[in-house]
Structures are given as C-alpha cells and as structure tokens.
C-alpha cells in the first residue's frame, strides 16, 4: 500500500510539470509548435491522456487522507465493475 502512495506523489508531481513544460513549448514556440514534423501536438496530447488517466485531484485527495488520517488507499487495480 506504501507504493499505492508513492505512486499517487509521483503521478501528481510528474504531471503538473508535463503540463507545464507543455505550455511552456507551446507558448515559446507559438504556431510552429503546430507543425508536422515537430509532433509536439502528439506529446501534448499523450500528457494529457496520462493526467486524465490518473486524476491529479483523486491521487492527491488519497496522499493527503493518508497524511491526516492515516488511512490506507483504497486498491484501484481492477477492469471493470467491482
């Protein structure tokens, strides 16, 4: 379950900087951030798959009930309905 967490810290920490570095390049580059050949709509758009993925706001709701409360994650490695 310690890993459940670390994993959590990771995700939200790791994510808000690919955003960020994202909006960055795309800030700093403009329109040809658009271009083909540069393909950063393609990182772009994986880095926000990821974060939709794994919800910053869920990750960071169970870093921080273990933080006040103690309490362990719930276990989230399942397909489907539990």
């Given at each position: 379950?310690?890993?459940?967490?670390?994993i959590s810290q990771?995700l939200?920490?790791?994510?808000?900087?690919?955003?960020?570095a994202?909006?960055?390049?795309?800030?700093a580059?403009g329109?040809s951030a658009t271009?083909?050949?540069?393909a950063?709509?393609?990182?772009?758009?994986?880095a926000?798959?990821?974060?939709?993925h794994?919800?910053?706001?869920?990750?960071?709701?169970v870093?921080g009930?273990?933080?006040?409360n103690d309490?362990?994650?719930?276990y989230?490695?399942?397909?489907?309905?539990?």
């Amino acid at each position: 379950m310690i890993a459940e967490l670390e994993i959590s810290q990771a995700l939200s920490v790791i994510s808000t900087l690919i955003l960020d570095a994202t909006t960055i390049a795309f800030d700093a580059l403009g329109a040809s951030a658009t271009l083909k050949d540069l393909a950063l709509d393609r990182f772009w758009r994986n880095a926000r798959t990821l974060t939709s993925h794994n919800p910053r706001v869920f990750k960071e709701r169970v870093i921080g009930d273990y933080a006040v409360n103690d309490t362990l994650p719930p276990y989230q490695w399942r397909i489907g309905v539990a």
